[in-house]
């Protein structure tokens, strides 16, 4: 048949920027008693790494601990597993240090580790870091540094009110020039905290012009479907054994890499294409 001028274009896969699926591989508090995979060592931590690049992930977002396995915030842990991670997978991964408080941690210190590592990505709880107005100009001075330094800066959103102050911060400059990547961590302050895929909604709905790159993750045996939902509104995800130790069908997944393939083969029967790292950095700078 002729195409006239009234035909549509084809829809390519480039028309639909590239999926970038993270892996969240342990988290602040969970040990090998949750699940023995669960990585907590740099040893560890470059065998996930390797594993979930193999699975389809681009971007890691790993947590360190100390001798006795406690969540740590310490610029030489994460120096040594960001060296041994790089030692398994090289630059394919965008690696991902995090500045969670978990109970343990306060605002400065949450931004000096950041400040003393300059990683090549960070997450950032918007709560913990701005909890309120008086702290303001101490995040907006830690916030030019990021953007000195080049620093990827995911900011971390818990509800559709976040979203909201969240766009304010940034319109009144206090976050700096320059694009983020917010998370929206669907049903966090739940029952149980169990997502469903209609927990990521309301966080559209607040954030439809302060985030145009945004990414979610999941709790629990929905954490997929709502993967799957997100990367067919354009969305990214993060999966992982840090939020989700289960499979779709409620059985416990084997690993890391599972839960990631699970999230990479959902983007294949949408027709997304993946990111790989070099991708994942041209769209997060």
Known sequence: MTKTAADPAPVSAFDWPPLIVANAPNGATRTKADHPALPMTAAELARAAAESLEAGASLLHFHVRDAEGRHLLDADAYRDASA????????????????????RYKAPEQMAVVRDVKPEAVSLALREIIPDEAAETAAADFFAFV?????FTQIILYSADDVVRYGALKARGVLGEGQDFPLFVLGRY???QISQPSDLLPFLAAGAQTA???SMCA???????????????SGHVRVGFEN??????????PNNAAQVQ????????LGRPLANADMARKLMA
């Open 219 to 233: 709790f629990g045996p929905k954490e997929n479907a709502c993967a799957t939902v997100a990367a067919g509104l």
């Open 84 to 103: 041994a991670i790089r030692a398994a997978v090289g630059d394919r991964l965008v690696l991902q240090i995090t500045s969670e408080a978990a109970g």
């Open 212 to 214: 145009p790159l945004w």
């Open 262 to 269: 699970r999230a990479c083969d959902a983007a294949r029967a």
């Open 244 to 253: 989700n130790l289960f499979a779709p069908d409620g059985t416990v997944a």
């Open 147 to 151: 953007r000195r330094e080049r620093i």
């Open 190 to 192: 739940t029952t149980g």
